[in-house]
């Protein structure tokens, strides 16, 4: 079946949440949100961009970093409402140098870092 | 530093997404809404509760199914608007019984379905 981008679920806002996984090894790197917009642009290119809310304008991931994410494969959830970006991630994807974005873990009810920044990049 | 939930940035519906990961292949299962209700349920008990947008109510992953996830680990994303479930799912995540909610992908420019439903198993 042809993928028609019109029958994703966009919010109400015109936005899905796109989920970012690190295609070789399974690691979930960070979730931000498309548009309609930035979805073409994304499989256009093959190169993933987001929709920056604060910002309200096409976020091209890794575009002043370098930090860019190659995406391998989407994935669409039962709802259609969920996207799963499968990619190959230059850098870390955190804007804190963090490999991924969920460096935070809750242990015996405690927040632990369990990443470090990576030395020598750039954010 | 203790976790504090009151310290998440839930939107203007009082909710977070939170991303579903099997703790033992990596592989993502789904991804739902959690309130402060659900994710103190999920935290208390140990296994997962979501809120379901649909219902406007607390919902027990798996309560009726069996279908249950075990909350290994919980991780906060940087921006604390991201929950990341570590997780031993029971059975399928997907209400369709396939393994995960991201069965189809985009190949060639068409949807293909990249999981089976699990035989014998219920909705």
């Known amino acids: 079946m042809p993928f028609?981008?019109?029958?994703?679920?966009?919010?109400?806002?015109?936005?899905?949440?796109?989920?970012?996984?690190?295609h070789d090894n399974g690691e979930v790197l960070m979730m931000a949100w498309m548009n309609a917009q930035s979805l073409a642009k994304t499989l256009e290119t093959g190169?993933?961009?987001y929709w920056s809310r604060s910002r309200n304008a096409l976020w091209a991931k890794g575009e002043t970093s370098g930090n860019?994410?190659?995406?391998?494969?989407?994935?669409i959830d039962c709802d259609r409402?969920?996207?799963?970006?499968?990619?190959r991630q230059?850098?870390?994807?955190?804007?804190?140098?963090?490999?991924?974005?969920?460096?935070?873990?809750?242990?015996?009810g405690d927040e632990t870092e369990i990443m470090q920044p990576e030395p020598g990049s750039s954010t």
Chains 1, 2 share one sequence.
């Open 68 to 75: 860019v994410q190659d995406l391998v494969e989407l994935r």
């Open 4 to 22: 028609d981008p019109a029958s994703l679920r966009f919010d109400d806002r015109g936005l899905i949440p796109a989920i970012a996984q690190d």
């Open 47 to 49: 190169r993933v961009t």
């Open 81 to 87: 409402d969920c996207l799963l970006l499968r990619v």
């Open 90 to 108: 230059t850098g870390p994807a955190c804007h804190t140098n963090r490999r991924s974005c969920f460096y935070t873990a809750l242990r015996d």
